[in-house]
């Protein structure tokens, strides 16, 4: 289910899961707009941006649908809670 972040107040929504995930499983998809990096740039709002690679991102921002928009990507390996297998 989606709700309140528990990183911080500016964090904004998360996604929770209410029973444990056993290793490997796979919990969502990231789906979205394809874009490059040119255009990902471009964007005002990078909100549900994804990189899966060199020049490659995913815009998640008009697909309210998809729930792995609110999983955390964060940069700080403190606060890591998923492994992205970005094939």
Not at 21 to 50: F, H, I, N, W
Request: aromatic share 8%; proline share 5%.
């Amino acid at each position: 289910s989606v709700g309140p972040s528990q990183l911080g107040e500016d964090c904004g929504s998360g996604l929770f899961c209410a029973t444990a995930v056993p290793e490997g499983d796979v919990v969502c998809e990231y789906r979205g707009t394809v874009m490059s990096t040119q255009d990902a740039m471009r964007l005002d709002d990078k909100s549900y941006l994804m990189r899966l690679g060199p020049q490659v991102y995913i815009d998640a921002r008009e697909h309210l649908e998809v729930l792995a928009r609110y999983i955390n990507d964060c940069r700080n390996p403190a606060v890591y809670n998923v492994r992205f297998d970005k094939r």
